[in-house]
């Protein structure tokens, strides 16, 4: 039986060339030893092997694109801290935001190649980051006033600890494509 896959569309099932085509739900996913696996006997709680490559990919991009923002973020909160005398935990916020609108572009262009509209995928990418900037400012500030930790030092924890959040949220929320349920 011939199946023509398409990584998001229905595929279509040609049995008989007099009867009319089936229809049935498949995906890039689903192959397993070239052939297709319909999505009803798939365990959608299971990882399987592509998707697990996808995700340690999509990871990896998403932690690339994050390194230009933090590179911004740096320069901003070393410029509004040294150049400016602004105080490390408003100069860190303000340096977020800089990152955050870079990360925003590339990640919705590049990582996760989105379809959504701007109007959505923006206001939930903002969001995940001000959950993130939380995160960021209460590491900051317990590092560099509660421990009186090099405010540098501070930064490149907290970067760390919110990237990981920042990745689940996007990925899992932000960019999360509509499914079809049946």
């Not at 709680?45 to 998403?62: A, E, P, S």
Request: proline share 3%; glycine share 8%; aromatic share 14%.
């Amino acid at each position: 039986m011939p199946f023509d896959i398409g990584c998001t569309s229905s595929a279509s099932v040609s049995q008989n060339p007099v009867k009319p085509k089936a229809t049935r739900d498949l995906s890039c996913e689903e192959l397993s030893g070239g052939e297709a696996v319909p999505k009803q006997t798939r365990n959608p709680n299971v990882l399987n092997l592509r998707d697990t490559k996808t995700l340690v990919k999509q990871f990896f991009c998403f932690a690339g694109i994050g390194f230009f923002g933090t590179v911004a973020h740096y320069l901003t909160l070393v410029l509004m801290v040294e150049g400016v005398g602004m105080k490390a935990v408003f100069a860190s916020i303000l340096g977020f935001g800089v990152g955050g609108l870079m990360n925003y572009f590339f990640n919705y262009h590049i990582t996760f190649k989105s379809k959504k509209l701007h109007q959505e995928a923006l206001v939930k990418f903002f969001m995940v980051a001000l959950v993130g900037l939380f995160l960021n400012t209460l590491i900051m500030a317990i590092a560099t006033e509660v421990f009186s930790m090099y405010y540098l030092l501070a930064q490149v924890i907290s970067t760390g600890l919110v990237l990981f959040w920042n990745f689940t949220g996007n990925r899992l929320w932000t960019f999360q494509e509509a499914r079809n349920v049946r």
